[in-house]
């Protein structure tokens, strides 16, 4: 059973503060991982998409991969009231010519004003 | 059009009642996946189809759920009987296979009330 696990939240943040979400995975093949953010009553949009070991920066996000560690993370810089959302973590499995992806639960995120 | 369109957005229906739901995908996407979404279990993948055809459908009760694409334009997930634990939002979406890009795009999904 592939697992993807998220810290429910919530995690409050202050306007302007770094807000830090974390998953962890339990597929050690998987090689593609996805952060989508879902505002509440709204489908879940793509906002980071990570392939490789290390950091990769779009903007305010940065997303981290240790597959080591089989650890993903999402850095949000300058955080703002609209960054309020849940955030999903999803990985593809391993196997070949499988686009399916496993979401974690999601993380919910409040950025006060 | 560059998106996922899905309809009804919202039903409301009685338990035992048949309720279809339909999924346009992006045009030349080849694959698509339907998911349902509930507080309890996040975002649960019930069947997908590439060209198609259906891939896998493990993640559906086979009893009273069944998932089709008559043409490429077209996906559709029916449920019947339905039952007030089917109440949840169902999302399709849908990828380019073999593109190099593997994003799911998603469609803004059915909410559906079943009393």
């Known amino acids: 059973q592939k697992e993807v696990e998220q810290n429910s939240g919530p995690l409050s943040v202050p306007e302007g503060a770094i807000a830090s979400l974390n998953c962890t995975y339990s597929?050690?093949?998987?090689?593609?991982f996805f952060w989508y953010r879902q505002y509440s009553g709204k489908s879940p949009e793509l906002i980071m998409s990570?392939?490789?070991?290390g950091d990769k920066e779009d903007g305010r996000f940065t997303a981290q991969l240790n597959k080591a560690s089989q650890y993903v993370s999402l850095l949000i810089r300058d955080s703002q009231p609209s960054d309020s959302a849940t955030y999903l973590c999803?990985?593809?499995?391993?196997?070949?010519?499988?686009?399916?992806?496993?979401f974690g639960k999601g993380t919910k995120l409040s950025v006060i004003p | 059009d560059a998106r996922v369109t899905q309809t009804p957005r919202h039903k409301v229906t009685e338990m035992g009642q048949e309720v279809t739901m339909r999924c346009q995908p992006i045009l030349g996407h080849n694959t698509v996946f339907w998911y349902r979404q509930t507080m309890m279990q996040g975002l649960e993948l019930l069947a997908y189809f590439r060209n198609r055809a259906p891939l896998d459908d493990s993640g559906m009760p086979k009893d009273r759920f069944s998932a089709e694409m008559p043409d490429a334009t077209l996906a559709t997930l029916k449920i019947q009987p339905s039952e007030p634990r089917d109440s949840a939002v169902y999302f399709c979406?849908?990828?380019?296979?073999?593109?190099?890009?593997?994003?799911?795009?998603f469609g803004p999904g059915t909410r559906l009330t079943v009393l």
């Open positions: 990570i392939y490789s070991n």
């Open positions: 597929d050690r093949g998987s090689q593609s």
């Open positions: 999803a990985v593809r499995g391993s196997g070949a010519g499988s686009y399916q992806l496993t």
């Open positions: 979406a849908t990828i380019l296979a073999g593109s190099s890009t593997d994003t799911q795009y």
